[in-house]
């Protein structure tokens, strides 16, 4: 079964740049990211690899490289503090499969 | 869009829980339906999904058996049948719409949870 890889904790400055990983994607899947705020249920924050839903920033992209996925927040605010998942769709098994989740500290 | 789970609480383990997701805001019989876990700080798993229809249904190996995973059309809502729980099955269940995003398939709205304590 797949695993998805990503990094426990990162932490930046406000304004400057985060990029959080998500390696071990499945070949010619995409990836969506959600964010979840302490208490809160998770929200989609980014689909299919590198599109934005309606509402959300354009402080926040995505993209992908051969088998890890990225999202890049830019001028991080407050905010932004959240535990970020990224989730592949397995078009094998239909199962849904997420990482592991990355804490965005703000410092 | 919402989605409003109900049916959580205690159970002792190898008991039996049955949760249900009040949906409304979108045509309930158009769009298949899943429910993800969340065990007290961990991170997310994803439990069942049903389709549109209630014809196709899937389920994680860890709850294959003993989970089913059902949807209600007069009420809107989507039904998850656990028995035989485990301790460690302790978590917040949320319900969530899956949807067709782009090229895959992902989760564009979520409920806010229900808790499922599991004793031992």
């Known amino acids: 079964s797949y695993v998805l890889t990503q990094p426990p904790s990162v932490s930046v400055a406000p304004g400057q740049t985060a990029m959080i990983t998500c390696g071990g994607t499945i070949f010619g899947s995409k990836t969506d990211w959600y964010q979840q705020k302490p208490g809160q249920a998770p929200a989609l924050v980014m689909y299919?690899?590198?599109d934005r839903p309606s509402g959300i920033p354009e402080r926040f992209s995505g993209s992908k490289s051969g088998n890890t996925a990225t999202l890049t927040i830019s001028r991080v605010e407050a905010g932004d503090e959240a535990d970020y998942y990224c989730q592949v769709w397995d078009s094998g098994t239909a199962h849904v499969l997420f990482g592991a989740g990355t804490k965005l500290t703000v410092l | 869009v919402r989605l409003v789970e109900s049916g959580g609480g205690l159970v002792t383990s190898g008991g039996s829980l049955r949760l249900s997701c009040a949906t409304s805001g979108f045509p309930f019989s158009s769009y298949s339906l899943s429910w993800v876990r969340q065990a007290p700080g961990k991170g997310l798993e994803w439990v069942s999904s049903i389709s549109s229809t209630g014809a196709y249904i899937y389920y994680a190996d860890s709850v294959k058996g003993r989970f089913t995973i059902s949807r209600d059309r007069a009420t809107s809502s989507v039904i998850l049948q656990m028995n035989a729980l485990r301790a460690e099955e302790t978590a917040v269940y949320y319900c969530a719409r899956l949807q067709l995003l782009g090229s895959g398939w992902g989760c564009d709205f979520w409920g806010q949870g229900t808790l499922v304590t599991v004793s031992s």
């Open positions: 299919d690899d590198s």
